[in-house]
């Protein structure tokens, strides 16, 4: 089975910061990867697929990079509304893992 | 647009069954497997099951394997999740997730909807 990890757990930032989440995959994925935005209480909302795809809606300040292993999320300037729980996750198999997550709040 | 409806979540006794329900509209359900994932309090998401747009491949998660069984109706345009054997460990909040991208009847592809979530406690 295919593992996710994520670093780091936890990132306290800055509005106007560019933070960066590293994501590695235990075995090739290729570049079947995506990321995740969550807020408490509601559902996942897609941010990036195939590794470095915007998904439509989102804003640019989202960068999605890597593949095969090693994948990183960075948010290029960080604003108010992007405080959340991140997570990456595989499609390279229906076990669809996710890493653990990475909650950014506010330093 | 894309619709998925939740509804069936709620309160059960551990052994006990519970069935979640999720109506959708707004894109061709019979092009796209579905699939539920869930959330257990402060933890994070976790793949549940998979049926593919013909309904003939079913994959679930070791965790639950046995216990609950997917299930869809095209005439209904729905996806089901009928759990038995409730345990506490199944406490969570379940999510029906449709697929996007292209070839998504049978592979593997990102989610780009998820329902609002169906609170499922089991508890004594």
């Known amino acids: 089975d295919i593992q996710m990890t994520q670093s780091p757990s936890t990132l306290s930032a800055s509005v106007g910061d560019r933070v960066t989440i590293t994501c590695r995959a235990s075995?090739?994925?290729?570049?079947?990867l995506a990321w995740y935005q969550q807020k408490p209480g509601r559902a996942p909302n897609l941010l990036i697929y195939?590794?470095?795809t915007l998904e439509t809606g989102v804003p640019s300040r989202f960068i999605g990079s890597g593949s095969g292993t090693e994948f990183t999320l960075t948010i290029s300037s960080l604003q108010p509304d992007d405080f959340a729980t991140y997570y990456c996750?595989?499609?390279?198999?229906?076990?669809?893992?996710f890493g653990p997550g990475t909650k950014v709040d506010i330093k | 647009q894309v619709q998925l409806v939740q509804s069936g979540g709620g309160l059960v006794k551990p052994g006990g069954s519970l069935r979640l329900s999720c109506t959708t509209s707004?894109?061709?359900?019979?092009?796209?497997?579905m699939s539920w994932f869930r959330q257990a309090p402060g933890k994070g998401l976790e793949w549940v099951s998979y049926?593919?747009?013909?309904?003939?491949?079913?994959y679930y998660a070791d965790s639950v394997k046995g216990r609950f069984t997917i299930s869809r109706d095209t005439a209904k345009r729905s996806l089901y999740l009928q759990m038995s054997s409730l345990r506490a460990e199944d406490t969570a909040v379940y999510y029906c997730?449709?697929?996007?991208?292209?070839?998504?009847?049978?592979?593997?592809?990102?989610?780009?909807?998820w329902g609002r979530g169906a609170q499922v406690t089991v508890s004594s």
């Open positions: 049926i593919s747009s013909s309904g003939t491949t079913i």
């Open positions: 195939k590794a470095s």
């Open positions: 075995q090739t994925i290729s570049s079947k």
């Open positions: 997730a449709k697929p996007g991208g292209a070839n998504c009847g049978s592979s593997t592809c990102y989610t780009d909807y």
């Open positions: 707004g894109f061709i359900f019979t092009d796209y497997y």
């Open positions: 996750q595989q499609y390279n198999d229906y076990l669809f893992t």
